[in-house]
């Protein structure tokens, strides 16, 4: 696996912030970084092929300046960090995963705009695309980070064998053992078994190795004089646990189906409180 995070921007304020967040966690572990940009063409018609270079030389030539400015951006901030900048003519999903195709990236990182404020840019248009599509998942990062750190994970369990490959994926991702913190969401005040909680603890503790690892549920509610949804729920715990990064398994069929339906965009973007890794369920 390549010790390269690819990070998409669209020179946005909201990606400089997903910039600052690949650019610790690179300097972490001695990482690089590789910043892409792209672009497309406003040509639909094909009879206009033939102005296609009318069109792409001054798109290409600004693509490339804002790069330049960002390179000289990222270099003042973090000088010792190892960084190249990549603009490509394309959709930005095809793109991507054309990229995963031919290099093996530790991370996708994209910016988010988080709590409270709807991201209309391009990234947020195509987050979730790649969320469904991406082989290596999609870490989105919130507008509102401040702070790295790397010693709480939450990951949002329903004890499915998919959080499984979640783990895995992450933790061959990073070399670096963590506290983990199972955040589970009830509903209609139904706890699990206190022996299932402990066995899924203990099956996941003998897969993999962590500092220690917790279990916090909240109950979700949705009544006229108390309303406290999915989306909250997991608010809660993600601050009550202290979370540095949160890990999502995306699956349509899943418990948390609502939170990735066809409003994702809000659903997503209106919550992430925190940087999550969003991965998706292979089985």
Known sequence: MDKTILVLTDFSENSWTAIRYAANLAKR????????????????????????????????????????????????????????????????????LNLLQEKEYRFIVMGAKGKGMIQKAVLGSNTFALIKKSPIG??????TFQKFRLQNIGLLSN??????????????????KFNLSLLHVTQKYISPKREDIEDWKQKLSTQFSFNKIDYVEKNAVNRLDYNMPIPRCIDY??????????????????????????????AIYRNLTVPTFFKRNLY
């Open 29 to 96: 572990f001695n990482w690089t970084v590789e910043l892409l940009h792209t672009y497309t063409i406003p040509i639909k018609d094909s009879v206009h092929a033939k102005m296609e270079n009318i069109f792409l030389t001054p798109q290409k030539e600004e693509a490339e300046g804002m790069l330049k400015d960002w390179q000289t951006r990222i270099d003042d901030e973090f000088p010792d960090l190892s960084c190249k900048t990549v603009s490509l003519l394309g959709n930005l999903e095809k793109t991507v």
């Open 138 to 143: 999609v870490l989105a990062v919130p507008i």
């Open 159 to 176: 004890f499915k064998a998919s959080e499984y490959d979640l783990l895995d994926s992450f933790i061959l991702r990073v070399p670096e």
């Open 237 to 266: 715990m993600v601050e009550i646990e202290a979370i540095d990064l949160l890990l999502v398994s995306y699956s349509p069929k899943s418990f948390f189906k609502s939170i990735f339906s066809r409003n994702l965009t809000k």
